[in-house]
């Protein structure tokens, strides 16, 4: 079986993205389908996310047509898996910067109460609560 590259495997998200979109696959499966096509391999590989959908079916380049130039890979945590971003874009993203907003949560909690003339103290319990957030979406985020 032909081994397939970064192209093939853009191809067959991009298929199941559109399964996605026209309801035939739940969000748990699809991330699921489409952190196997991340891994796959070999065209079978690819080929077995979709023995149970209808068309649309990644369209893959002959080896006769021109090869893609190779694009570079993203470099991710080692041993993490590199899914596609739209498998969970916000904990993703709030992952990425959770140092950044750990950082500006209590600034902005000192301008509130600074701004609202020390009127509502309260403001600071927000910091643990929003650190706390960033920390466990960032935890989940990582398995």
């Known amino acids: 079986m032909p081994d397939v590259g970064a192209h093939e495997r853009e191809l067959a998200m991009e298929a199941l993205d559109a399964h996605r979109r026209d309801g035939r696959l739940e969000r748990g499966e699809h991330a699921s389908r489409c952190a196997a096509a991340a891994r796959a391999t070999t065209r079978a590989q690819l080929d077995a996310l979709f023995r149970d959908l209808p068309e ?8 006769a047509h021109a090869v893609p130039a190779p694009r570079p890979e993203p470099v991710g945590t080692p041993g993490a898996p590199d899914l596609p971003e739209l498998v969970a874009p916000a904990g993703a993203a709030i992952a990425r910067h959770a140092g950044l907003i750990s950082l500006l ?27 706390a957030t960033v920390a466990y979406i960032s935890y989940r985020n990582q398995q």
């Not at 909690?109 to 319990?125: D, E, H, T």
Request: charged content about 5%.
């Open 105 to 131: 949560t209590p600034a902005v909690a000192a301008v509130l109460f600074a701004i609202s003339g020390g009127r509502f103290p309260w403001v600071f319990v927000l910091v643990p609560v929003v650190l």
């Open 56 to 63: 649309p079916h990644p369209a893959y380049p002959s080896a």
